[in-house]
């Protein structure tokens, strides 16, 4: 199972997705979820996985994005 969490600017917890898989579409949908309920984010700090990095590229390209 894998793990997806979105934390704001002040550290609270916005929303957890536990998955069985850890893939492009699973990574894609997080986001957007995130994004239709909360609005797109102006930066995004993220692991280095690479379908983390699709899923940004697919959502948003005005968004600033970068790795921890």
Known sequence: SYLNQD?????YTLDIWLR????N?????FI????KQFGKPQIVI???KP??????TLESSQTKYRTS
């Not at 379908?51 to 940004?56: L, P």
């Open 7 to 11: 934390i704001d600017t002040d550290g």
């Open 20 to 23: 069985m898989q850890h893939d």
């Open 25 to 29: 579409h699973s990574a894609y949908m």
């Open 32 to 35: 957007k979820h995130l994004a």
């Open 46 to 48: 993220t692991n280095q």
């Open 51 to 56: 379908s983390t990095k699709v899923a940004m």
